[in-house]
């Protein structure tokens, strides 16, 4: 069975500087890889997907990248924001058809 | 714009008492997911449609049960709330099951009193 883990489970940074978050996956045999980003009492916004067969996908100050052999994912973030502030939650689909296992998220705070 | 919407996005009601959320999307995707998720927690799926055929996971409670009528809309029914049942619902839709990016609603908020 997949299980995901994200780690830290929390963090705060200053203003202005460059972060990564984890995702690492138990079973490295995966189909593609989804993170999202969800404020206090809201829903999902998907980020970024990035495909088994990428090493990593680019999204303005997002950066994520993808070691499926070592079954680990990054989120990077440069020159984090106060509005980055939120908790990053990591997703990963074993094979076509099958459902996201969701790690439990890292919440980030970001201070001005 | 298209968008995954989730009416209403607060419910309070009594332990018990029959609840529906509602969902629609403007996507015209394929599939429509719910998923629930209790606080500091991953969200859980609980079942999935693709098209109109229904896929339960294997640990939702019966309690749960989900209609599709048509393309847009998909409704979560919760035959007899208990407090734990207290949780953020989050509808999602994507274009196929195949790997396609899941497109998440803003979610209704559940309050069992």
């Known amino acids: 069975k997949q299980e995901v883990t994200q780690i830290p489970a929390a963090l705060s940074v200053p203003e202005g500087e460059n972060l990564v978050l984890n995702c690492s996956f138990t079973d490295s045999a995966i189909y593609n890889l989804q993170w999202f980003r969800q404020d206090p009492g809201k829903g999902l916004t998907s980020l970024l997907l990035?495909?088994?067969?990428?090493r990593e996908q680019t999204s303005g100050r997002l950066n994520a990248s993808l070691d499926k052999s070592s079954g680990r994912s990054t989120l990077y973030i440069a020159a984090s924001q106060p509005g980055d502030s939120a908790t990053y939650l990591c997703?990963?689909?074993?094979?076509?058809?099958?459902?996201?296992?969701f790690g439990g998220g890292t919440r980030l705070m970001v201070k001005p | 714009d298209a968008m995954v919407i989730q009416n209403p996005r607060y419910q309070v009601t009594q332990f018990g008492k029959p609840v529906t959320l509602s969902c629609s999307q403007t996507?015209?995707?394929?599939?429509m997911y719910w998923y629930q998720q209790k606080s500091s927690q991953a969200p859980k799926l609980l079942f999935h449609y693709y098209d109109k055929d229904f896929n339960n996971e294997a640990d939702t409670p019966d309690n749960f049960q989900s209609r599709r009528p048509n393309t847009s809309f998909c409704f979560l029914d919760i035959r007899s709330p208990g407090l734990g049942d207290a949780a953020m619902y989050l509808c999602?839709?994507?274009?196929?099951?195949?790997?396609?990016?899941?497109?998440f609603g803003p979610g209704t908020r559940l309050t069992v009193t």
């Open positions: 996507l015209n995707h394929n599939v």
């Open positions: 997703a990963v689909r074993r094979a076509p058809g099958n459902m996201l296992t």
């Open positions: 990035i495909q088994s067969s990428q």
């Open positions: 999602a839709t994507s274009r196929s099951r195949g790997g396609d990016e899941q497109y």
